[in-house]
């Protein structure tokens, strides 16, 4: 099993340069986990590419729908006492954290193409290619 952010999720469901990467990972391993709030984050993903005319309403709901469908029985809450512990020490903000929190609770490392997040966790996070590489 492994912990995926946000845009690992969206690479997955949306056509961009990640979405091959991210097919791989999901062959080499089906479960995927992340924090509940990713379906959110991915439905504002969602919300923009319909308002920019990347995606009609249909496939946005049907997107969200198929993710929601695929990440529930994986999907780990943390604590967010936790989680702000988290962005406290690794200066991030708490829709971070829950994901780095995941990670932590798990035992494991985040996969994110989140540039930031990364430098800011290292000891916590892979970017795509590292984890494929893994």
């Not at 089906?30 to 504002?44: D, M, Q, S, V």
């Not at 406290?88 to 929190?101: E, K, Q, S």
Request: charged letters at 25%.
């Amino acid at each position: 099993m492994i912990v995926v952010d946000t845009n690992i999720i969206a690479a997955l469901f949306l056509d961009g340069r990640f979405t091959a990467a991210a097919k791989a990972l999901l062959k080499r391993d089906p479960e995927w986990c992340t924090e509940p709030f990713a379906l959110i984050e991915f439905g504002n993903v969602l919300a923009t590419y319909e308002r920019a005319g990347l995606a009609s309403r249909a496939d946005a709901k049907h997107y969200l729908s198929a993710a929601e469908m695929f990440l529930a029985p994986h999907l780990h809450s943390v604590k967010r006492d936790a989680a702000l512990d988290l962005a406290f020490v690794h200066r991030t903000t708490l829709y971070d954290a829950h994901f780095l929190a995941v990670a932590a609770a798990r035992n494991t490392r985040l996969i994110t193409e989140d540039s930031r997040l990364r430098a800011a966790a290292p000891r916590l996070t892979l970017s795509l290619d590292d984890a494929l590489r893994a």
